[in-house]
Structure formats: C-alpha cells, structure tokens
C-alpha cells in the first residue's frame, strides 16, 4: 500500500522580523512572500498533492493558496493549526515585553516548556491541540499526499512529539517556507527530511 505522506509547510515572509512574539496577531504575508510561495507551489508542481490544508491565519491561507494553485486544489482550513497564542506578548518585540511586563521574559526563559503568559496558552495547551489534529491527518488520508500550512511553533512541536528531540535542535532552522516531511508505513509515523529557502532569512 502507498505510504500517506504529510508535507509541513511554514508560511512565507510576514515582513515582521523584528516582531518575536507572532502568535494570534492576523497578519498577511508581503509582496516577496508571495513570491516565494508561488516558487514553492512550483516545486512541488510534479508532486501528486490529493488536499492542501492550512491554519486560520491569514498569512498560512495566502501562502497555501499560492501552493494549491498549480494543482487545482481548494485550501481547507483548519484552526486546531493555529499559531500559539502568545496572550500580553503576542505582536510584541523582546524589548516592549520587557517595557510592559517586567520579568515576564525572564520567566518564560527560565521554563519555556511549562511557561504560560498571561491570557494565553503554553506549549503543553498548543500540543493538546496541534499533535491529535496531526494524527488525524494520517489516519484519514491513508496512502495520500497531503500539505499543510502552518506555523513555526507548531511545526517544532511536532517534530519533537515525532522524534523525541528537544525543540531548541530544530527551532533555529525553521525559516520561512520551510518544509517538513513525515511518512507513516505500518502504523508508525516518521520524520523524513527538513528543507529551507534562501527566502527563509529572518524567520524564527
């Protein structure tokens, strides 16, 4: 039987490199992140794609629409793919966290796997959400092709809950339009490969 493949995809330049903490904030992808995912959606042009999913936010949906043209597909949406809602921090730079919340970044730094910020979720809440969801996708599409759009918490998390390494191995190297390959054969889910576009700068 053919092997159901998931390709995770992150979404492209947002123009907010100086913004750390992009969780819930809705914001669109710029002009060269259209472009860069219009070269995605090329290179996955001679790849038999059967559905393209993204999170709610308006920079997965440009970025996965751009992919999904080339194959004549429908973006489905899926909220469960969400960023991590960063609560009082979310849409701050380090340093107006620090201004407006003294100590909250300390915190965080000191336990970043238990850490919850004020009105919003920690990893341990965004995993509840995001790995089931994962799962599910392999569980309802054996044997076929499926990408999707999302966000760079997210797609380490996943990574660590698929390979059991910790989430600083891999957080640096998920840029913008990176992408992710898992495979499932036999019941078992694996990660395949990790691949990054020079477009990828300022991404973190």
Known sequence: MKKTKVILIR???TGFHGIY????????????GV????????????TEIDRIYSSCLRRSIM????????????VEHIPEF???DFGVMDGLTGDEVKKRYPGLIEERNKDKEHFKPPEGEGYTEARKRVIP??????????????????????????FREITGKNIDEIGEY????????????????????????????GGK
């Not at 903490?21 to 060269?32: E, N, R, S, Y």
């Not at 629409?65 to 080339?70: C, G, K, M, Q, V």
């Not at 599910?136 to 380490?156: A, C």
């Open 35 to 46: 472009k860069h995912a219009k070269r995605i959606g090329q290179l996955l042009r001679k």
């Open 133 to 158: 969801t994962f799962i599910n996708l392999f569980d309802s599409n054996p044997g076929k092709t499926i990408v999707v759009v999302m966000h760079g918490v997210m797609m380490k998390l996943i």
């Open 21 to 32: 903490f992009l969780g819930k904030a809705d914001v669109p992808i710029t002009g060269d």
């Open 63 to 74: 970025t996965a629409e751009e992919i999904a043209r080339p194959h004549g597909l429908k």
């Open 82 to 84: 969400n960023e991590i």
């Open 174 to 201: 998920v840029g913008f339009g990176c992408r992710m390959t898992y495979e499932e054969s036999r019941g078992k889910i694996r990660f395949v490969s990790i691949e990054n576009d020079r477009e990828s700068e």
């Open 11 to 13: 979404h492209t330049n």
